[in-house]
């Protein structure tokens, strides 16, 4: 026996795919061959009636389902949405409404407030105003009956100081005739 010679792992590889390539008929691709033709086309007409089978009765049912159902889910969830804004907006409208109606109230509270205040204001300076009034017109007769008093006592006094007066200048007294006279002569 000869000494075995080394493998070159290369060389096989490449003398096994030469020999497999020219083992045949001559070398290229098989699809390219006209005799294996007929059951690549029958085999493509297979599959593709297969895939057009499945894709029509299960897939595209499948998925028109899911989006006819995501279809439903958003214009829901639009009409949801819709409804949600125009409840809220009749929602506003009112509390709206409800707000002016509440100024208007306080408004009136205010002005009845104001109005009880001022005719209270205007009670309390009459009830005042009588007071000082009266104050007043008890003060006037005060002074009228004073000065009524005094009037009276001015001819007395007149007469007394119209005597003294002439006691004093004359050296004599009058009468009281004279001093009446006198008095009533000079007012």
Known sequence: ????????????????????????????????????????????????????????KVFAPRLRRVMDERADTISGAVAAARQVQAEAAEQAEAAKAEVARARAEARATAAAAAARVAAEAAERKAADEAAVSARIAEAEAGIARTRDGAMASVGAIAGDAAAAIVERLTGKAASPAEVDAAVKGAA
């Open 1 to 56: 026996m000869a000494a075995p010679t080394p493998i070159d792992p290369h060389v096989d590889a490449h003398a096994t795919t030469e020999a497999a390539g020219h083992g045949g008929e001559g070398g290229g691709l098989p699809q390219f061959e006209t005799q294996h033709w007929f059951g690549q086309i029958a085999y493509l007409l297979v599959l593709f009636f297969l895939l057009y089978f499945l894709i029509a």
